[in-house]
C-alpha cells in the first residue's frame, strides 16, 4: 500500500508564497514520476508540474518562471515552491506520483488527498 501526504496550503496574499511538501511511504520499490495536479472550483483538473527520478521538469505554462518542483529521492518526496501567486492560484492541489511496488510490477499512480491554496487579499 502507498500513501502521499501533503502538506504546506493555506492562505497567502496576491504576491505571496508557498511551498507544498508531498511525501509518499509504504511499498515502494521504484517511485518515478512525481508531480503536482490544481482543481478550481468548477473546473477541471489541471497539471501544474511534473519531475521525474532524473530531474526532469515539466511546467504548465500558467505558472512558469513563478513555481518550482523539486524532490528528495531518498525521502521519496516531492515539493512546489510557489512565488508570485496569483487569485488564479487558488485551488485545491494534488500531489501525484507513479510507483512500482515490486519490480515485477507496472507502475501504478497513486493521488494524495489534496491541500487547499487560497490566494486572496
Known amino acids: 500500500q502507498v500513501q502521499l501526504v501533503e502538506s504546506g496550503g493555506g492562505l497567502v496574499q496576491p504576491g505571496g508564497s508557498l511551498r507544498l511538501s508531498c511525501a509518499a511511504s509504504?511499498?515502494?520499490?521504484?517511485?518515478?514520476?512525481m508531480g503536482w495536479y490544481r482543481q478550481a472550483p468548477g473546473k477541471q483538473r489541471e497539471l501544474v508540474a511534473t519531475i521525474t527520478s532524473g530531474g526532469s521538469t515539466n511546467y504548465a505554462d500558467s505558472v512558469k518562471g513563478r513555481f518550482t518542483i523539486s524532490r528528495d529521492n531518498a525521502k521519496n518526496t516531492v515539493y512546489l515552491q510557489m512565488n508570485s501567486l496569483k487569485p488564479e492560484d487558488t485551488a485545491v492541489y494534488y500531489c501525484n506520483a507513479k510507483i512500482q511496488v515490486r519490480h515485477w510490477t507496472l507502475e501504478n499512480q497513486y493521488w494524495g488527498q489534496g491541500t487547499q491554496v487560497t490566494v486572496s487579499s
Open positions: 509504504g511499498s515502494i520499490f521504484r517511485n518515478n514520476a
